[in-house]
């Protein structure tokens, strides 16, 4: 049987040798390989204080030329000022020490464009979103119990700063998807998860990155999860739907049938609530469906009187 490819390190270094110096043999060699592997593993600063405070000090040097440009204005203005045409670009009569026409068109439009393009990057930047808890988590379990000492201890430092960590390549996932996740892989009311579920849901580790260790990471299979996730919402749905037609053909009393729709709705909002990041979709969607539920109990009332009826 081969060995696995093992780029960690070269043919004469033993696994011993490659554990006992993973900053010789490991390194940023090994860890940028992982990181690279999955979007949920790229995972970096956004540095917002000095991105805010760089945005502070181009901001004020574009206030202080437009006070000098209004210092201009007014003292071209001024009453005791020689006449000048001050509506023309072309014809701007003044230059020197307070050159209004270069700081318009020259230093002004630089420094704008500066700040702009500042902005819009970091906005970008921020737009999107902070890291979940469970990407920061896989990283900081590579470099402080998987592969400790391999990267220097300062530089690790960086997974420590939860609220100011970002996802390079953030990838959608499906409330379903993100449930499935925490059962198969584990999360913070079951660490270790499912092993067979895991492992079914789990895709083989790149080759590029497969050596000591790697037995501590999940590579999760995405279209598989996807997939399963499709069907088990497809189900709930059609359960939420079909449960109450069934329920309400055995009540006969009012009271037990509004209490069989008013379990089903609130079951449903609290799904929705947990999974819907916006809380007027939940009720939007709520209120739908609650409309529904009121035609199935107006239905099966309407056939229980009649049934009534024509014993009488």
Request: net charge neutral.
């Amino acid at each position: 049987m081969n060995e696995p490819y093992r780029p960690s390190s070269t043919e004469s270094v033993s696994p011993d040798q490659e554990k006992e110096k993973p900053w010789k043999y490991v390194g940023y060699k090994v860890f940028s390989r992982w990181v690279a592997s999955d979007p949920s593993f790229f995972v970096l600063r956004r540095f917002g204080t000095l991105n805010a405070r760089v945005a502070l000090s181009l901001q004020d040097e574009i206030v202080q030329l437009e006070e000098e440009l209004d210092y201009m204005d007014k003292t071209y203005s001024h009453r005791d000022t020689p006449d000048a045409h001050n509506g023309t670009f072309r014809e701007d009569p003044f230059d020197g020490p307070l050159d209004r026409q270069e700081l318009v068109r020259v230093v002004l439009p630089e420094k704008l464009r500066k700040y702009n393009s500042f902005l819009n990057s970091y906005a970008d930047l921020v737009s999107r979103g902070t890291c979940r808890p469970k990407e920061i988590s896989k990283v900081r379990n590579w470099l402080r119990n998987l592969r400790p000492t391999a990267i220097d201890g300062k530089e690790c430092e960086y997974i420590d700063h939860d609220d100011d960590l970002i996802s390079v390549h953030p990838k959608f996932q499906s409330p379903g998807r993100d449930f499935l996740e925490s059962i198969a892989f584990g999360s913070r009311f079951n660490r270790d998860g499912i092993p067979w579920l895991r492992k079914w849901f789990t895709r083989k580790a790149p080759k590029n990155v497969v050596s000591l260790n790697n037995e501590g990471t999940f590579w999760p299979n995405d279209q598989r999860m996807e997939r399963v996730s499709s069907v088990v919402i497809s189900l709930a749905g059609l359960a939420m739907l079909i449960g109450p037609i069934w329920a309400l053909a055995y009540l006969e009393s009012i009271t037990h049938r509004l209490a069989v729709i008013s379990c089903f709705i609130v079951v449903f909002f609290v799904v929705l609530a947990v999974t819907i990041s916006r809380l007027y979709e939940a009720l939007a969607a709520t209120a739908a469906y609650s409309a529904v539920l009121v035609v199935f109990l107006q239905t099966g009332t309407a056939s229980s009187s009649q049934l009534i009826t024509k014993a009488l």
